[in-house]
C-alpha cells in the first residue's frame, strides 16, 4: 500500500525482538529549496481550539485514520460505524462537530444528518458531510438534509482544520 517493508528478528525465547518498519519518503526539492521556501501555515492546533469530534464511517480504516488526524489536532475523538451508532454516542458525547460519511448501513448520512438536526443537542452542531459523492447533486441534497459542510474524500487536512476551528 504504502511501497515500505516489515521485518522481525529475534535471537529466541526471552531475548527481546527487534521489529522494523521502511517507509519511503518523497524528496520535494533539495535541502536549499525547502529552507528558503516560505513555511506553510501550521495544520495543528492551539489548546484553546479543543473540539469534541465524532467521526462517523462504515469503513474502519477510514474511520481511524480519520480520527488519528483528528486527535493529531489535539481534539477529542469518537468513532462511530454507521448512523445509528453515530445517533447513540452523540447524544451521550455531545461533539461539536461532526464528520459523517454518506454511504453507510443501518441509517445513512443523510438521515442521521435530519435525526440529529430533530434532538436538541444536534441543533448547533457542525455536520460535516465527509464522502466519496462530489457531484453538485450530492452538495446539494447533504445541505438538504442539515448537514452545514461537503467535502469530497479524501479530506485536505488543512480543510479539516479550517472546519475544525469553526465555533
Known amino acids: 500500500m504504502h511501497g515500505g517493508e516489515i521485518s522481525v528478528q529475534s535471537a529466541g525465547v526471552n531475548q527481546g525482538t527487534e521489529f522494523q518498519v521502511r517507509l519511503p519518503i518523497v524528496m520535494l526539492g533539495t535541502i536549499e529549496d525547502v529552507t528558503s521556501a516560505p513555511r506553510p501555515p501550521s495544520i495543528y492546533f492551539t489548546a484553546s481550539s479543543r473540539r469534541k469530534v465524532l467521526v462517523v464511517d462504515d469503513n474502519l480504516d477510514a474511520a481511524r485514520t480519520l480520527a488519528l488526524m483528528v486527535k493529531m489536532f489535539d481534539n477529542e475523538v469518537r468513532?462511530?460505524?454507521?448512523?445509528?451508532e453515530a445517533m447513540l454516542i452523540a447524544a451521550a458525547f455531545l461533539p461539536e462537530v461532526i464528520l459523517m460519511d454518506i454511504g453507510m448501513p443501518k441509517m445513512n448520512?443523510?438521515?442521521a444528518a435530519?435525526?440529529?438536526?430533530?434532538?436538541?443537542?444536534?441543533?448547533?452542531?457542525?455536520?460535516?458531510?465527509?464522502?466519496?459523492?462530489?457531484?453538485?447533486?450530492?452538495?446539494?441534497?447533504?445541505?438538504e438534509a442539515g448537514f452545514d459542510h461537503h467535502l469530497v474524500k479524501p479530506a485536505d487536512p488543512a480543510e479539516l482544520r479550517r472546519l475544525?476551528?469553526?465555533d
Open 79 to 84: 468513532i462511530a460505524h454507521d448512523g445509528e
Open 109 to 111: 448520512g443523510y438521515d
Open 114 to 143: 435530519r435525526s440529529m438536526r430533530q434532538q436538541k443537542w444536534g441543533q448547533n452542531i457542525t455536520l460535516v458531510a465527509l464522502t466519496g459523492w462530489g457531484q453538485e447533486e450530492d452538495k446539494k441534497r447533504a445541505m
Open 164 to 166: 475544525l476551528m469553526l
